[in-house]
């Protein structure tokens, strides 16, 4: 059960879903607030909800732009991700074999797309159906406009009522039941036709009431509050809301009445308008006298205990704040699977024996002179080595899954030398590493599954043909790879072809402007490509086997991760774009999208203690 609920938790981390927890989080604290001031003004209530809704408006854009802030959900297993990582805890996990993996999106994937697109498509069709009356209501505005007639006579009582209230026009209308406000630029006051048998003094109490609506612009912020509620109607605490406002906005011009009549005249005027009002308006508006909240209405009006008036700058100041910060901490908030990295005991893990580690005092990072090998019989070296790469090496993940990484371990390059008591594979090598990282950088890590945005590399044809500059691979490079690793722990290499140029025909180059790639997997091409780019790149190509790629284009310098041109750089000036030369020369395109990623979070990392 409990499995079952942590997991539901780790799904709300999934953007648009975190959203609803977040405003059932954010309606829940309005709703109670204004239940707290219930002996309040209305009009504070009112600026709490509006408030409220402000910030539904504004929880998508903080949540996308925000830095994440991760709420721990442990104890459970997460989801697949779409890129695993090898862990410490799990040293009978190897290296995942990509090429042994379809290349299409896994079942996960699948299922998890099929799920997003039909809860967007039920989410749309009842947006589009919830937001149909407001879309109605400019036309519908002017239709009631049209057929109704300027009333000289409520002019002048509004005037005498309010002298600056000069661009106010007062319409009646023989088909409306009850008095209204609307308009933004041309603000209107719309009474029934049995207006002009009214009373003057009634005739003023509704004058009052509508054109405190005006003042307050509630009904732009009603239309407002009214299209957000159709973006959430699938969620009651939504519209409950949105009915409160309503009748809050109306509580808060009966007090503005309130000031200059008495409350029994009023309260009777209310309830002879309610009873003949006999059905709801088609637009969205704010009637003076609606049925569904008079009784709430009447009472306020007769409590003579209730606390009335305007709000002031100071207290709408302070909620408006208040909201801001509701934003601030609100949005970045992720419910996030979090399992902490625990090194194995000694007899289920493979360690290094002897480690020698110096920090090279290089000024620069020469690539010529930067190397990491597993050497035969256990020996682990590396030279001027950056402390980032070597992580990534060791836990098997793209740039981009490394985060809260302190900018030291970029700079700083370190020479190591580590032997191990016997042969290691990639697999227990890597574990090994990790413990020494573990034991001398003093490194914690957890991980977590975050939404981020990635690429997809896909075929660009629909007809499945690929580019002049891709073809199938006569040599299976994964094999031979597979192998010469085993070498590396003692087994025998197998010798790479050469290519008639003389370059190795399992040759994956990555230069300023040019990627030179022989017998690799679709998997491993796209893996390459991401550290072009700023974002992980997933194979959904739908290959299999090994291609030989010669891809060429102009770098962007402001998202190219390689440096500065060398070896292998294009001399044709004019060669395309990256994303240009991906489809004219392969035949494959990349589509952004957003997935969940697993990704690592360094807890602590340290200068490493001495030899």
């Known amino acids: 059960m409990m499995n079952t609920v942590a997991q539901a938790a780790l799904t709300l981390s999934a953007f648009p879903l975190s959203i609803v927890a977040k405003t059932t989080l954010i309606l829940l604290v309005a709703l109670l607030a204004v239940r707290v001031t219930r002996p309040a003004a209305a009009s504070l209530r009112h600026l709490i909800l509006v408030a409220a809704f402000a910030v539904l408006a504004a929880l998508p854009m903080a949540e996308r732009l925000g830095p994440a802030i991760g709420i721990p959900v442990a104890g459970f297993a997460p989801a697949p991700p779409l890129l695993p990582i090898t862990r410490v805890e799990t040293p009978a996990r190897a290296v995942p074999d990509r090429s042994a993996r379809a290349p299409r999106a896994s079942a996960f994937d699948a299922a998890l797309w099929s799920r997003k697109q039909l809860l967007l498509t039920a989410w749309g069709f009842g947006a589009f159906v919830a937001l149909v009356p407001v879309l109605l209501t400019p036309w519908r505005l002017r239709q009631l406009r049209a057929r109704s007639r300027r009333w000289n006579h409520g002019d002048q009582l509004l005037r005498t009522v309010d002298p600056t209230a000069h661009r106010v026009a007062v319409f009646v209308h023989d088909e409306q039941t009850a008095p209204l406000a609307c308009g933004i630029a041309r603000p209107a006051i719309l009474l029934p036709a049995a207006a002009t048998e009214w009373s003057d003094a009634d005739v003023q109490r ?54 200059g009549s008495e409350p029994t005249a009023y309260a009777q005027q209310l309830v002879t308008l309610a009873r003949e009002r006999w059905r709801p308006s088609a637009i969205p508006v704010l009637s003076m006298a609606g049925r569904s909240d008079l009784s709430a209405r009447v009472a306020a009006v007769l409590d003579e205990t209730q606390m009335r008036g305007r709000l002031g700058r100071a207290r709408a100041a302070v909620i408006l704040a208040a909201a801001g910060v509701l934003v601030a901490a609100v949005g970045p908030l992720r419910a996030q699977s979090t399992l902490p990295i625990v090194v194995a005991p000694l007899a289920n893990a493979p360690a290094f024996d002897v480690v020698s580690i110096r920090e090279n005092k290089s000024p620069v990072l020469d690539p010529e002179d930067s190397s990491i090998a597993l050497m035969p019989g256990g020996r682990f070296v590396t030279t001027n080595w950056p402390l980032r790469l070597l992580i990534l090496g060791a836990f098997a993940l793209q740039p981009q899954q490394l985060v809260d990484a302190p900018a030291w371990i970029d700079m700083v390059r370190y020479d190591i030398s580590a032997t191990a008591p016997g042969p290691l594979t990639p697999a227990s090598s890597q574990l090994a590493i990790q413990r020494m990282l573990a034991d001398r950088f003093g490194l914690a890590v957890h991980t977590e599954t975050r939404e981020l945005p990635i690429f997809a ?87 299999t086997g090994g291609f030989d790629i010669d891809l060429e284009f102009t770098p962007d310098p402001t998202i190219y991760r390689d440096g500065a041109p060398g070896p292998g750089a294009p001399l044709d000036p004019n060669a395309p774009t990256f994303f240009t030369a991906l489809v004219e020369q392969l035949g494959l395109k990349l589509e952004p999208i957003r997935a969940p990623v697993e990704v690592l979070v360094i807890d602590r990392v340290e200068r490493p203690t001495g030899n």
């Open 206 to 259: 509704a004058l009052v009431h509508e054109l405190e609506h005006v003042r307050r612009g509630d009904w732009p912020v009603y239309v407002a509050t009214r299209i957000m509620s159709a973006l959430y109607w699938f969620h009651p605490l939504v519209w409950i809301a949105w009915r409160r406002l309503g009748l809050e906005a109306e509580r808060a011009c009966d007090d503005a009445v309130l000031r």
């Open 457 to 543: 590399l896909t075929v660009a044809r629909d007809d499945g043909r690929l580019g002049p500059k891709i073809k199938k691979s006569d040599v299976d490079c994964d094999a031979i790879t597979k192998a010469n690793m085993q070498a590396r722990g003692g087994g025998p290499p197998i010798e790479v072809p050469q290519l008639p140029d003389g370059r190795s025909a399992c040759l994956f180059s990555q230069r300023f402007g040019r990627v030179l790639a022989g017998g690799t997997t679709m998997a491993n091409f796209a893996q390459g490509l991401s550290r072009i780019h700023s974002r992980i790149i997933h194979d959904r190509t739908g290959l």
